[in-house]
């Protein structure tokens, strides 16, 4: 009685092995891929709701203009971002002329990545303002 494997069999095993530990690398590549695109999503929605309290509260914030800035790459993991606002006079009672109550909208676009490759996040927050005499002027939205 033999024992033992002959030397076909084992190719065979070791062929079927090297395929199925292919596939598994080849899976994990992709699911360390998606974690990593994940983490940096969550990074750049954390930093645009603290930007966007920031943009809420400051009160001298120009209008109708794109402002912009950047971010240390200490928040960001080495990666070159930034961000890119714009407040607007979004909706007032109509008729209403400088200094009655508006809602005012902030639009908020945060970027990173190269040039390239750049991905953005983009988020709006509303508060509370005024008219100024050139939202009525130049026909803000009612």
Known sequence: ???GFTLLEVLVATVIMAIAITGLLSSLTTSLRNASRLTDADRYAM???QKMDELLLD???PRA???EGSWDQALTGGEVAGWRATLTPFEFQPGAGPGAEALERIQLEVWWGPAERRRTYTVEGFRRGQLLPQDVAGGARQ
């Open 47 to 49: 930093l645009a709701k």
């Open 65 to 67: 203009t794109a402002f």
């Open 59 to 61: 009160t001298r914030l």
């Open 1 to 3: 009685m033999r024992r």
